[in-house]
Nanobody, 123 residues
């Protein structure tokens, strides 16, 4: 099992920045891809960003490319979501997720999830 705990959500004005953190514990060596998804009210959960550990390759949804990055701290088993130039449409609950299968963009394939953290961007 892998446990994921997010933190760092909050309220920010449009154009501002926010950094989310995800602490991983348990059988983290089994995870191949770790990333972030989000779910806005009335919408399906969607892929935001991920990192494939073996290739050290990052992936981003088109809607966040150029604004969000996914820094990591392997020693601390932490991944982050650095969100810059935030827009009201970025408002959502953000989830940390991990996969043992190597799937990147299909959020339903991720086996492990955090509890989520709310991000609200005011206009």
């Amino acid at each position: 099992q892998v446990q994921l705990v997010e933190s760092g959500g909050g309220l920010v004005q449009a154009g501002g920045s926010l950094r989310l953190s995800c602490a991983a514990s348990g059988r983290t060596f089994s995870t191949v891809v770790t990333g972030w998804a989000r779910q806005a009210p009335g919408k399906e959960r969607e892929f935001v960003a991920a990192i494939a550990w073996s290739a050290d390759t990052t992936y981003y949804a088109d809607s966040v490319k150029g604004r969000f990055t996914i820094p990591t701290d392997n020693a601390k088993r932490m991944i982050y979501l650095q969100m810059n130039s935030l827009k009201p449409e970025d408002t959502a609950v953000y989830y940390c997720m991990a996969s043992t299968t190597g799937v990147v963009y299909r959020v339903r394939a991720y086996e492990y999830w955090g509890q989520g953290t709310q991000v609200t961007v005011s206009s």
